[in-house]
């Protein structure tokens, strides 16, 4: 057998739908379809990026600390 069946995938998507919510479940699946891919580790990582954080950059992020002594090996 190749892989999982569609029935176990199914009950995989519901226990995400108990994890977060169905409304997220079900955006990712439409953003799933809109992106033609049916694939359950394709929707689960669609989920990860709706229910994790946007991080924002730092505004100086390329300010870094001077040296004031040149390192020695």
Same mark, same amino acid.
């Given at each position: 057998m190749a892989g999982k069946?569609?029935?176990?995938e199914f009950v995989d998507l519901l226990l995400l739908a108990e994890d977060h919510g169905i409304e997220v479940v079900e955006t990712a699946c439409e953003l799933a379809v809109e992106q033609n891919t049916l694939r359950l580790p394709a929707i689960i =990582?669609?989920? =990860?990026?709706? &229910?994790?954080? &946007?991080? *924002?950059?730092?505004?100086?992020? @390329? *300010? @870094?600390?001077?040296l004031t002594l040149r390192p020695e090996a």
């Open positions: 069946g569609g029935d176990r =990582n669609l989920i =990860n990026q709706l &229910v994790e954080p &946007v991080i *924002t950059p730092l505004s100086d992020a @390329y *300010t @870094y600390p001077q």
